[in-house]
């Protein structure tokens, strides 16, 4: 059983800047997921168990990076130039593999982003 805490959510206005923590109980293949009121759940990012392999939906590319402490076994999410689109519930995922699967079988609580216009 793989435990997740996230973390780092909060009201910021467009254009700023958040950073997302997760810490897991042990070393896995770790990621980020968002759900918007009314909307699918929506890959952000994911990060392999070794911290390569560095993925992103096509909606952040270029303005959120993922990376991973292994030391700490925390993952984050340092989001910049943030849109009021990205506002949604962020999750934490992992999998106890290589890298992530399309559908995780771990999963943390959520963190609320708001981003105001």
């Known amino acids: 059983q793989v435990q997740l805490v996230e973390s780092g959510g909060g009201l910021v206005q467009a254009g700023g800047s958040l950073r997302l923590s997760c810490a897991a109980s042990?070393?896995?293949?770790m990621g980020w997921f968002r759900q918007a009121p009314g909307k699918e759940r929506e890959f952000v990012a994911s990060?392999?168990?070794?911290?390569?392999?560095?993925r992103y939906g096509d909606s952040v590319k270029g303005r959120f990076t993922i990376s991973r402490d292994n030391a700490k076994n925390t993952m984050y999410l340092q989001m910049n130039r943030l849109k009021p689109e990205d506002t949604a519930l962020y999750y934490c995922?992992?999998?106890?593999?290589?890298?992530?699967?399309?559908?995780?079988?771990?999963w943390g609580q959520g963190t609320q982003v708001t981003v105001s216009s």
């Open positions: 990060i392999s168990w070794s911290g390569g392999s560095p």
């Open positions: 995922a992992a999998d106890r593999m290589a890298r992530l699967t399309n559908t995780p079988r771990y």
């Open positions: 042990e070393q896995t293949a």
